[in-house]
């Protein structure tokens, strides 16, 4: 039976293109979180998928053993008449030369987002998990409680988890769980029944030049959902009743506050570096939500994943079950190893508001020193954000800037980490500005101590360091989770 997918371009009949299992897709910049998933699934789906992008990487490895041919390059003579349809990614621009070729051949051309959205709307019952920081350990959270559950879900999610073969998963249900990010709107295109809303909190200020944009971005977002979906929102999050008041849709909130439909009491910490809280709904006790991975912000991530279960018939105890079993995701607190007493953990945060968090949470399970060794992502964030980045290294001990990663943007020449450092040194007393991966490293090999937590941080590729340093010291690699750790400490 073919699939319906509306282009917007190109082949139509009625306005609407038919594709259909064996069909030809064709991702521009495949590698990425969202089009490699995307590739897999639509793979998996029975259609004919290849991509391209600038160079081999982990994902295209994977891509390939799975019989994903990849080219590298973006060599617009491998973009043919035949190919029914041409994903692409706005990390490649409008310029890319497969993309201009596409459009000139006049061949359906989508954004991944597009893509996805249209995908939803296919299967019928879309869960998006929007929000500045944490969608992707609850889009993971919610996607093995639906798995687990036997809900059989599709998934789309920006990590890798450790209970999914990578960053997604293809299901035979009506569930499809994805992650919605903000960055260009590209949420926008998505098509969900339930949404879920962990924050909102300014970022991206290349796309929203002003707080207030990125609000009504999310505000459009809400818009989107059907009268008979879900929001599902934090209570204590500044903006919830301006994104409440848009939602024709139910409100179902969680958090801390008793104000919220469900939410926690009683925190503690869980050795070796877990969570829990008692869990309260309208009132009344529903059981203990325990978690693996630490940080109060991970219990409203899998609060809000419960109530998301909930929301589809996940029974309140078995969700609690599920969510024990939870072990993170990749570059999420993601512990590397351990060598000389000496703890190795990388985690992706790289805005001010969830690396404060991040290490706050680190602070209330480790005693000794904290190294946090970060590395600034994108000049237009640190330069916009750079009194807030200057405030959220409080809880570590001695903060070490690497250089900014530039990903998509040219050094413009007035922001740099040596600035942060000078910021940064106004409110902690051990900043230390080392630029190139090479330096930190040595640096960490002649200063830290037995005791210390290293924790690397941040978007770009700082991951890096941790590994050489275990590498260096013949340490040994834990991964993802906190098994392996437990075993260690006894």
């Known amino acids: 039976m073919a699939n319906k997918i509306d282009t917007g371009a190109g082949r139509y009949q009625k306005g609407r293109m ?39 990487t982990k994902a295209t490895r994977e891509l390939e053993e ?15 008449k035949d190919i029914d349809l041409v994903v692409y990614t706005n990390a490649v621009g409008e310029n890319n030369p497969q993309l201009i070729k596409a459009r000139t051949e006049k061949i359906p051309v989508l954004e991944g987002a597009e893509l996805l959205g249209k995908l939803m709307r296919e299967m019928g019952v879309g869960i998006a998990v929007a929000g500045t920081h944490g969608k992707t350990t609850t889009t993971a959270m919610i996607s093995l409680l639906l798995t687990r559950s ?28 994805v992650e919605a990010c903000e960055f260009r709107r ?9 949404a879920v809303i962990t924050n909102v909190d300014w970022d991206h200020p290349d796309i929203f030049p002003d707080s207030r944009m990125v609000i009504e971005a999310f505000q459009n977002f809400v818009r989107l959902l059907p009268a008979d979906g879900g929001l599902i929102s934090w209570r204590e999050e500044k903006h919830f009743p301006e994104l409440a008041a848009v939602s024709k849709a139910p409100v179902i909130s969680f958090g801390f506050s008793q104000e919220a439909d469900w939410f926690l009491q009683n925190l503690k910490v869980r050795p070796p570096l877990g969570t829990e809280a008692d869990l309260f709904y309208g009132g009344e006790y529903k059981g ?43 570059r999420r607190f993601e512990i590397k190893g351990e060598v000389g007493k000496i703890l190795v953990v990388d985690d992706y945060a790289h805005h001010p508001v969830a690396i404060a ?17 970060f590395q600034p992502h ?42 942060l450092a000078a910021e940064a040194g106004k409110y902690h007393s051990d900043v230390r500005y080392l630029g190139d991966m090479t330096s930190i490293r040595e640096h960490l090999l002649q200063e ?3 005791g210390d937590l290293i924790i690397t941080m941040g978007a770009g590729d700082i991951w890096k360091v941790g590994e050489e340093y275990l590498q260096e010291k013949e340490g040994f690699f834990v991964g993802t989770g906190t098994e392996s750790l437990q075993q260690q400490r006894g």
């Open 378 to 419: 994108l000049f237009s964030r640190t330069r916009y954000l750079l009194t807030e980045f200057a405030h959220a290294f409080n809880a570590a001990d001695i903060l070490v800037l690497a250089d900014i990663y530039p990903a998509r943007e040219k050094d413009p020449g007035d922001i740099s980490s040596r600035i």
């Open 66 to 80: 799975r019989g994903i041919p990849v080219d590298y390059g973006h060599d617009p003579q491998r973009i043919t």
């Open 448 to 450: 830290a101590l037995p």
């Open 186 to 194: 590209s949420f926008l295109h998505l098509s969900p029944k339930y």
């Open 150 to 177: 036997g809900k059989d879900p599709t998934v789309e999610v920006g990590g890798e988890m450790k209970e999914l073969p990578g960053n997604h998963r293809t299901g035979a249900s009506p569930y499809i769980v």
């Open 288 to 330: 203990r939500l325990r978690l693996q991975v630490p940080g109060e912000y991970n219990l409203l991530n899998a609060l809000a994943a419960l109530v998301t279960g909930v929301q589809v018939g996940v029974e309140v105890e078995e969700a609690l079950s599920i969510l024990e079993e939870f072990q993170g995701v990749r």
């Open 357 to 373: 968090k991040t290490l706050r949470a680190a602070r209330s399970h480790f005693p000794g020193r904290i190294w946090c060794v």
């Open 18 to 56: 038919l594709l259909k299992s064996g069909d030809s897709i064709y991702f521009i910049g495949i590698g990425g979180n969202r089009l490699s998933a995307l590739a897999k699934i639509y793979s998996d789906r029975g259609y004919r998928v290849a991509g391209s992008d600038r160079c081999r």
